[in-house]
């Protein structure tokens, strides 16, 4: 009976501790996968940024031709 006393309480806390732990490491994979999403896109945005000026500047070359 002394040993139960002490184990449950013991492994409830270690299972607490545990579920907090894996929440943490989930949550920073989340964030992780989010901050690479957000990378790719402002990427992307700027290429296109680029390619509309690189298109302006064709066409006013073609015009002082």
């Not at 607490?16 to 949550?27: A, G, T």
């Not at 992307?44 to 509309?52: D, K």
Request: no cysteine.
């Amino acid at each position: 009976m002394l040993f139960a006393a002490f184990f449950f309480p013991a492994a409830a806390a270690v299972i607490v501790y545990f579920m907090k732990y894996l929440s943490d490491v989930v949550q920073v994979r989340v964030r992780l996968g989010q901050d690479e999403a957000y990378r790719a896109r402002a990427s992307q945005v700027a290429l296109a940024e680029m390619h509309g000026r690189l298109v302006t500047v064709e066409k006013i070359l073609r015009e002082v031709e």
